[in-house]
Each structure stands twice: as C-alpha cells, then as structure tokens.
C-alpha cells in the first residue's frame, strides 16, 4: 500500500507540473476529439512517470510557453494513466508508434511532427525545446 501512496504522489506532481505550465489535461477520447477537431494547432505532450519525463519532457513543455511563436492550445494525456485518452490521441498520430514521453504538434486535426522518446531521452531539454521551437515557426506562424 505504501507503493501505491507513493506513485499517487509521483503521478499527481507531474500531473500538477503540466497544469502549471498551462496545460490542460485530456483524460477522456471525447476531451481528444473535441480539442483535435479544432482548427489551428495544438501541442500534446504525452506525459509519463519516467525519469525522461520529469527531467527533460516536462521542463521543455513549461518552456515553450513562453517561446514566441506558439500553437493556440497545449493539451496533456497522461500514459499509463488516463489510457483511454491517450490511446485515442496516439490514433491521430499517424505514422508513429505509442512513444512516451513523446510531443505532437497537430494542426486542423492532422500530426505535423512528433517529437518521441527515443529523441527525448538521453537529450538535453534544450535539444528537445529546439525541435519544439523549429516545429513552432513552420507551423504556427
């Protein structure tokens, strides 16, 4: 039982770091397809408990609120948490794999690039917001 508090605890800050980035959370396929259907773009970040996440996914999503070219919405779900919105998000990613942490910058709907773990982890955030920055100025502009 003790675990379990733990990993409550553990899910819940890193729940908590993304809404103060100014993200909301998407815990429901319905919440997914309502935001994705919007047109304009969104970022989703699909947040996890791994070590990748805490110490570069998550401080690169807080940064790129201030960058200044920006996606109209930033939007969250939450691997091995909220699986059912996540697994319908990861629908919408074409092409890609279920990859955690991982980025999607979606516009009217469609992936426009994805950021996964494999380019996440091992990286330096600044490598990760670099990519995020690149993706911002060809497709929210």
């Known amino acids: 039982m003790q675990f379990e508090y733990f990993m409550n ?4 800050s890193a729940r908590d770091e993304m809404s103060e980035a100014g993200y909301e959370h998407l815990s429901s396929p319905e919440e997914v397809d ?16 791994c070590g990748c996440a805490g110490g570069i996914a998550r401080p690169a999503a807080a940064y790129m609120q201030n960058y200044e070219s920006k996606p109209d919405r930033f939007v969250t779900v939450f691997a091995g948490q909220d699986r059912e919105a996540t697994d319908h998000a990861r629908e919408y990613f074409e092409g890609y794999g279920p990859s955690s942490p991982s980025f999607a910058l979606m516009k ?32 929210c502009s």
């Open 108 to 139: 009217d709907g469609e992936i426009q690039m994805m950021v996964e773990r494999h380019e996440i982890e091992g990286h330096e955030p600044i490598e990760v917001v670099q990519k995020l920055e690149s993706a911002f100025d060809e497709h």
């Open 9 to 12: 605890d553990v899910v819940q």
């Open 34 to 49: 309502k935001t994705f259907k919007e047109d304009g773009t969104t970022l989703v970040m699909v947040n996890s408990v």
